[in-house]
């Protein structure tokens, strides 16, 4: 069974450009999650969406926004990219937001 | 708002030894608590995860417990080897999401 994949694995951008991450996940599970890891903060929940219908949102600005479509892809778009949001975003799908995560390789977003 | 420490931040030792990882959580009303390794440029891999009803889970070399009581997780690797150096992150899963420690950076020396 192929694993979660996301897209781009790398990602160049300029401040107050706007960027679109996409994850596929596993064949079969609905539910997707989305994590900024930074070398200070640490790993942070995103959001989480399952069946299309975003579940829950961490401690993030609008900015920050995503979504799922009816085959389980899941998108995540920053907006006005700040410095800041230097990070390697990691997406993670389970069958339930209960079950054990998978999780993708990441994209590496450097923002100049 | 929810916390995960673990304790230590880092940690080298001679390969064969057992060696025991710490994780403290402040919200005892979790759903789960995993357990993820992460390689260097990689993502992360679970290791074990261990539902709130549950108080242990082994996988080979490896055993976590949980005690929501205490909010204490542990972490034992058995006969460590060289392969096992990463970085092994407590993970808190719960109605608001998932919660992550900082890690354990953990060194297995040849």
């Known amino acids: 069974k192929a694993g979660v994949t996301q897209t781009p694995r790398y990602l160049i951008k300029t401040r107050g450009q706007q960027v679109t991450l996409s994850c596929s996940p596993i064949?079969?599970?609905?539910?997707v999650s989305w994590y900024q890891q930074t070398p200070g903060q640490g790993l942070q929940f995103l959001f989480e969406?399952?069946?299309?219908?975003?579940?829950n949102k961490g401690n993030f600005p609008g900015r920050f926004s995503g979504r799922q479509f009816s085959n389980s892809r899941s998108e995540m778009n920053v907006s006005t990219l700040e410095l800041g949001d230097s990070a390697l975003y990691l997406c993670?799908?389970?069958?339930?937001?209960?079950?054990?995560?998978?999780f993708g390789p990441g994209t590496r977003l450097t923002v100049l | 708002k929810q916390e995960v420490t673990q304790i230590p931040a880092a940690l080298s030792v001679p390969e064969g030894e057992n060696l025991v990882l710490n994780c403290s959580f402040t919200?005892?009303?979790?759903?789960?608590l995993q357990w993820f390794r992460q390689d260097p440029g990689k993502g992360l891999t679970s290791l074990l995860l261990?539902?709130?009803?549950?108080r242990e889970q082994t996988s080979g070399r490896l055993n976590a417990s949980l005690d929501k009581s205490s909010g204490r997780s542990t972490l034992y690797i058995a006969a460590s080897q060289p392969g096992d150096s990463a970085t092994y992150l407590c993970?808190?899963?719960?109605?608001?999401?998932?919660?992550f420690g900082k890690g354990t950076h953990l060194i297995i020396q040849p």
């Open positions: 993670a799908s389970s069958l339930v937001h209960t079950d054990t995560q998978y």
């Open positions: 261990i539902q709130s009803s549950q």
């Open positions: 969406y399952f069946s299309e219908t975003q579940r």
């Open positions: 919200d005892s009303a979790i759903y789960n």
């Open positions: 064949s079969g599970h609905r539910s």
């Open positions: 993970v808190r899963g719960g109605a608001d999401g998932l919660t």
